[in-house]
């Protein structure tokens, strides 16, 4: 996919200069509540003639100037990806600005790496359902979209209504057929879907509403809570593809949820992953299949990988070729 570097940088710079006239008119105004990512959101509504209210709140010398940009952005002609990477820039400085963690943003190699691993595992005229129980800001979805081969509908669930006000504008602005619900991701409702992907979140999870059998046995580690609802979705076929820590097998009560996990599905392969890939802790890729049969208490050694840095390219390779092997192993 060829990309110019210019337009990227050009629409990134009028974005940002229309975000930041309109972002200063509401702080001048003392609107409650308003960041750079919220006011970011507002402008692309703008921008897409979704929701123009948001103009009232402003002079006419204040709407014009941020009218004028959007009227000069709106002349630039990008591609789906290229759009991303400019809205990925704007992503950072607003999550610097609320103190989100940039951990938040699923890296794009690893994006890629999922897209050309999913890819693999089904005809190319398949159209694909996806489900991104963890969805944030959307980075991990969108490169899914524009570098799977597939034709993707996409449903992200995202519990933080910032991020999914956020990422549905972003959604609108790349086009994409994505609906993000705002809500709990261990309330959503068993649905038919082929793949299960997520950029896990790593936290200890607390609700005496849910009544789940491993939160009943006293397990609070978010992602193994997660794992056990979500392999209630999809059916035989469906893959599950997880981002995970390279500490996941050995959090408090892990005895219970590989019980749990070897009840319901199997370890179709674990990808540990080049530390370059991460500006903090290395992580890996978990790649779940439900039960068929398999069921067992240990994971064989076949199915574990080790992907090399990208500057060691033709072991590289070898390794993502061996991985997409393995997936597709009858």
């Known amino acids: 996919m060829r990309l110019d570097d210019k337009l990227i940088n050009d629409f990134s710079d009028i974005l940002d200069e229309a975000t930041m006239a309109y972002y200063d008119a509401l702080i001048e105004k003392e609107v409650e509540r ?3 990512v919220s006011a970011l959101t507002d402008v692309i509504d703008i921008f897409l003639d979704i929701d123009s209210h948001h103009l009232g709140l402003l002079e006419e010398d204040e709407q014009l100037k941020v009218t004028n940009r959007l009227e000069e952005l709106s002349k630039l002609s990008l591609n789906s990806e290229e759009v991303r990477k400019a809205l990925l820039l704007l992503i950072i400085k607003g999550f610097k600005q609320v103190h989100f ?7 794009d190699a690893i994006g890629i790496i999922f897209a050309d691993i999913i890819s693999s ?3 190319k005229d398949d159209k694909l359902t996806l489900l991104d129980p963890n969805f944030g800001s959307g980075n991990l979805a969108f490169l899914l979209d524009n570098y799977m081969q597939q034709e993707t509908t996409i449903i992200g669930v995202e519990n933080n209504n910032l991020l999914a006000m956020f990422s549905q504008s972003l959604s609108n602005i790349l086009d994409k057929d994505i609906q993000v ?7 959503m409702k068993p649905a038919v879907v082929d793949v299960i992907v997520s950029d896990l ?4 999870y607390n609700d005496s509403r849910y009544d789940s059998l491993l939160y ?8 193994y809570l997660l794992i056990e609802k979500y392999l209630e979705f999809g059916d035989d076929e469906t893959l599950y593809f997880f981002l995970i820590d390279n500490d996941f097998f050995t959090q408090e009560k892990n005895d219970l949820f590989k019980k749990m996990l070897f009840s319901k599905g199997h370890i179709k392969a674990l990808v540990i992953l080049p530390s370059s890939f991460f500006l903090g802790p290395a992580k890996s890729v978990l790649v779940l299949g439900k039960s068929s049969g398999q069921n067992t208490t240990h994971q064989a050694s076949s199915n574990i990988f080790v992907l090399p840095p990208l500057s060691d390219s033709n072991n590289f390779i070898q390794v993502l070729e061996s991985i997409k092997e393995c997936l597709n192993e009858k």
């Open 34 to 36: 308003v960041t750079y």
């Open 101 to 107: 963690s940039l951990d938040l943003i699923t890296p």
């Open 121 to 123: 595992c089904f005809d």
């Open 181 to 187: 619900y705002h809500q709990d991701a261990l309330e």
């Open 201 to 204: 979140a790593t936290y200890v």
């Open 216 to 223: 009943k046995e006293g397990v609070k580690y978010f992602p």
